[in-house]
């Protein structure tokens, strides 16, 4: 069912991994094919985000002849305005990565940036590949580099390109198509219990352990200090870390957010750290309180793998299983394990589907025709919503916001208010260390802005501050009114949410998750009713003024 082979397809016929680890560049650069002895050389590039030792590319070749290329690019570096610890994430797991192939036995060049003429990756092809046989790649993440590799490299190259099925996953595309066929909305709770059945994950037989499937509703406590919050993990940074820190500072010195507190991971060794310091001081409080958020603190108990994960350094079903296992052995409650274990074998497998399912029509979905521009405090933080501070302040530092700051702050507001899609979208694939395009379209697209008509999610992702209040403290550090929705200095969401609601009765009245919420609206006062949508186009005429 769900796990690809490793099948290759030569591009042109257009059809939908693990290896060693990093390194610096080489010092003399792109060699000639000529320079290598032995005939019928076959070349593979590593791509950014394919840092595993699974990798079908490496499966495919023989380190004793083949070679790999691997190189960082303008053109993939500033195709949209990465966050500063984004790309130094990338640019360092890279090059540890390489180190490591070499170490391995690889022959491999590597182009640093800055240090070639070349803007793409086709640029850095064209010569690397006029001697040889095949060029070798995997499926990439994003569909925009996938049709240039589909398209473009094979008309421009003077080799064949073969693309391989990415066999990380733990669904394929095709077995994802067959189960979202004839459906006219798609649900990731079915989804998810199909990948359980199939992996055998928190599994008894035919049955889940625990007698249900889902914990979600043991998962919703506000944290209170009731036990104490781990101390952050810090790794020491070495010579490839300080290179590529000060080489993002001076050559992208207009991108978004700061290195001054650069706290990832970035070699396969430290990514597994992370996974056990998550498993041993996280995971048994993350059920608890997973949808928790506290002022000033930014992690709480989140496992902070997502980077980990969609680089390549960590695979997904290893992760399930230290998680599963840490319950076995009674390290860990059902609820937070199963819960996080839902993050990635459901949610994380449900969006890929949806991203490779559904491309490029999805992108540009817009079904509740919203068009406002994303406010300029989402690059600044500056704004007086306590909430929204906290939150934007935790993405511009650390390239990071947990999911419930992701959907329900950032994500909840741009939906009040009307922001175009595409406009949200981009901000979120600029800002997030582990937002690639596949990942973070339709979560944001689908699930944040419910801009499909409800094809990924039943419902819009709405809400009024009193859930902010319920599951924080943020409110009460806010110099608005949480508990009104009329008043000069009341809640923006509260009043916002309103107006979403009534704005877009045509779409969700007779939505049978939402038919509750049209009635307390039509059991309110007619003058409240009027007095709230006032003031929320009060805010809608200057959203930049909160």
Request: net charge negative; hydrophobic share 40%; charged share 20%.
């Amino acid at each position: 069912m769900g796990f690809l082979p490793v099948c290759p397809y030569r591009v042109g016929q257009i059809d939908p991994g693990r290896v060693p680890s990093p390194g610096g560049h080489s010092p003399d650069g792109i060699l000639e094919l000529s320079d290598i002895a032995g005939e019928d050389v076959k070349v593979g590039i590593i791509l950014g985000d394919q840092l595993s030792l699974s990798l079908p590319t490496l499966q495919a070749l023989d380190k004793t002849r083949d070679r790999l290329v691997m190189a960082e690019v303008p053109a993939e570096a500033t195709y949209v305005g990465h966050h500063k610890q984004k790309i130094a994430f990338i640019f360092s797991a890279m090059r540890h990565f390489a180190a490591d192939l070499r170490e391995a036995g690889w022959q491999l060049d590597y182009l640093a940036y800055g240090e070639h003429d070349h803007t793409s990756l086709l640029d850095v092809l064209v010569p690397v590949c006029e001697s040889a046989e095949e060029l070798v790649v995997t499926h990439c993440g994003e569909y925009r580099l996938q049709q240039q590799i589909e398209v473009h490299w094979p008309r421009q190259l003077p080799c064949p390109v073969t693309c391989l099925q990415d066999s990380r996953f733990l669904c394929s595309p095709a077995f994802f198509q067959r189960w979202a066929s004839g459906k006219k909305q798609l649900r990731m709770e079915f989804f998810y219990r199909e990948m359980r059945r199939h992996t055998g994950l928190l599994m008894e037989g035919d049955e889940p352990v625990g007698g249900q499937w889902n914990f979600d509703a043991s998962n919703r406590k506000a944290y209170k200090g009731e036990v104490p919050l781990p101390v952050d993990l810090s790794f020491p940074r070495d010579a490839i870390d300080r290179e590529v820190l000060a080489l993002v500072e001076q050559a992208f010195p207009e991108h978004l957010g700061n290195l001054t507190d650069f706290r990832w991971g970035t070699t396969a060794a430290q990514a597994q750290q992370a996974l056990a310091h998550f498993i041993q001081q996280r995971l048994p409080h993350f059920g608890d309180f997973q949808d928790a958020m506290v002022t000033g603190e930014d992690t709480l108990f989140h496992s902070l793998l997502s980077p980990y994960l969609n680089i390549g350094l960590l695979d997904p079903l290893a992760v399930c299983q230290a998680a599963e296992q840490a319950w076995w052995d009674g390290l860990a409650p059902l609820n937070a394990v199963e819960g996080f274990i839902r993050q990635i074998l459901g949610w994380r497998e449900y969006v890929r589907g949806i991203y490779w399912l559904l491309m490029p029509d999805y992108a540009a979905e817009n079904r509740l025709n919203n068009q406002r521009p994303l406010p300029g405090y989402y690059w600044s933080g500056d704004t007086r919503m306590h909430c929204m501070s906290e939150s934007l302040r935790n993405t511009l530092d650390h390239a990071y916001a947990h999911h419930i700051q992701r959907l329900m702050v950032t994500g909840n507001f741009a939906l009040l208010l009307g922001v175009l899609p595409e406009a949200i979208c981009q901000w979120y694939l600029e800002v997030y260390a582990d937002a690639y395009d596949w990942v973070e379209l339709p979560n944001t697209l689908g699930m944040v802005m419910h801009a499909d008509g409800g094809y990924l999610g039943s419902k819009p992702y709405a809400a009024s501050g009193s859930y902010i209040n319920r599951m924080s403290d943020y409110c009460k550090h806010c110099q608005y009114n949480v508990k009104t929705a009329s008043e000069s200095d009341s809640c923006p969401f509260n009043s916002l949410y309103w107006h979403f609601i009534h704005r877009h009765r045509g779409q969700f009245q007779h939505n049978h998750r939402m038919r509750m919420i049209y009635r307390n609206l039509d059991r309110m006062d007619p003058a409240k009713v009027n007095a709230m949508l006032d003031r929320a186009e009060q805010l809608l005429a200057d959203p930049e003024a909160l």
